[in-house]
């Protein structure tokens, strides 16, 4: 069924030799279309190149080109010695990109540079450092040439007073990234840039906040969220995460009075888990009956693996409660200090009026370069080639993890981010704490962060962070066996003199 179907699908394709696109460009596009239709099913596989060239009467290098093109964006998946298949598992919402542009064209047969394959990861990032994105197949040639198309002949409003809350045409090209990525229906004029969550969270604090007012965040947690609540005069209070992520009514028990609350709803860090439709309602609620916010933070929502995600808080609410936080830290690389907010567009005044106190952080520098960026397909092709990447590395260190620690750590797949939670078993846990396990591991060259180190009190749970995206699956699994040989070896030691 899925061959017959498949079939009838290809027999649509339509070449125009007159048109104004490349034959190569105009295959791309509808091949594209065809997947995210599901016109073609997801596993079916395709004819061969040959085959393919010569019912379109085009050249098998133009073929070629296209199929490994859509191989490294993910949708088409090269198997040894059998053939091209759409992608099993492709995500129910994929991002748009530009058809035919020179940009996607440019990457060539393989989807990535020769000097971007052989770039090695900088020798400070160890396996498992949660920071760390894959670093070496970012495509640098394209960002080098839109930086240079954008400042050997810069724009003119560049070289004047730009909007206080960033260069417009970035703000259109990530509403239009919320729309197609988060079902977000939000506008430029909404989106203030930043140069990151501190630099948010001290202008929503000074447009929605008073000091002294409490402000509820999750425990355990982002730290840094933490200190620049408190770092703007405000109350933080940590309030417990369960199995089903953040609880407003557990929350309230504490702290009765709270004006505001920061969750990670569709990804908490670090637990990973989501936050369910039932809890984000209860939340929206809460906010309207106490004239409270609820910000957003959705740090890495782009790298969802499997299943649709939940649509953001904030287009849950007509009431201007929430606040959306994102960042490009996580998606591209974290020294680019980029990010933003989405406002309620009823907040607008008192936002300009609070950021007319102060002056924006953000690099004007990088803005109108990622603008392009984002504008072009490079970025919507750039996240779904990583979603695929990390999905494989996740798959690797889980492998590992069960072949080689299954008596040290207990560990489930997550459906999305860049890294996850391995418990420490029971017995590992009578000889040491994850304080303990993560000094021996940075013993053995291996860099994991202690579970504990995430909660403001006591902590409650005893595990390692365990990050995958920027390395290898040969590290990764190097890296399982290096822990996993550090912590028995003092488990074994610990055993020993039990006996004695």
Known sequence: MAK????????????????????????????RRLILDRMISPGSKLPSSRTL???????????????DQLISEGYLEGRARSGVYVEAEL?????????????????????????????AVPATLRPFDASAPELTLFPYRQWARHHDQTWRRPDAALLSRVDSFGWPPLREAIADHLREWRGLPCTAEQIF??????????LIA???LNEGDVVLTEEPGYAVLNRAVHQNRLIPVPSPVDQQGFDIKTALQTAPRAKAAIVTPSRHYPLGVTLPLSRRLELIEWAVGCNAYVIEDDFDSEYRFQGKPLPAMMSLSNQDRVIYVGSFSKVIFSAMRLG??????????????????????ASLMLQPVLARFMQSGDFAIHIRRMRRLYAKRQAAVLKAIKLHAADLLIVDPVPAGMHLVAMLTPDLQNRMNDTEAAERAKSAGVIVQPLSSFFAGPPVNQGLVMGFAGFSEERLEKGVQDLAETL?????RATDRAFI
């Open 4 to 31: 017959t179907r498949t079939g009838a699908a290809l027999l649509s394709l339509s070449l125009d030799r007159d048109g104004a696109d490349t034959l190569q460009a105009q295959l791309l596009a509808q091949l």
């Open 488 to 492: 028995r070896d003092v488990t074994s």
């Open 340 to 361: 933003f907010v989405v406002f309620p567009k009823s907040m607008l005044p008192k936002v300009r009026s609070a950021l007319s106190q102060t002056d924006q952080q």
């Open 193 to 202: 840039i930043t140069s990151g969550v501190v630099e948010a969270i001290s």
């Open 91 to 119: 995500p129910d919402q994929l991002p748009e990109a530009q058809s035919g542009t020179a940009a996607s064209m440019e990457q060539g047969r393989s989807g990535t540079f020769p000097e971007e394959a052989s770039r």
């Open 53 to 67: 060239a010569e019912e379109l009467s085009v050249s098998r290098v133009t073929v070629s080109a296209v199929i």
């Open 206 to 208: 000074a447009a929605t």
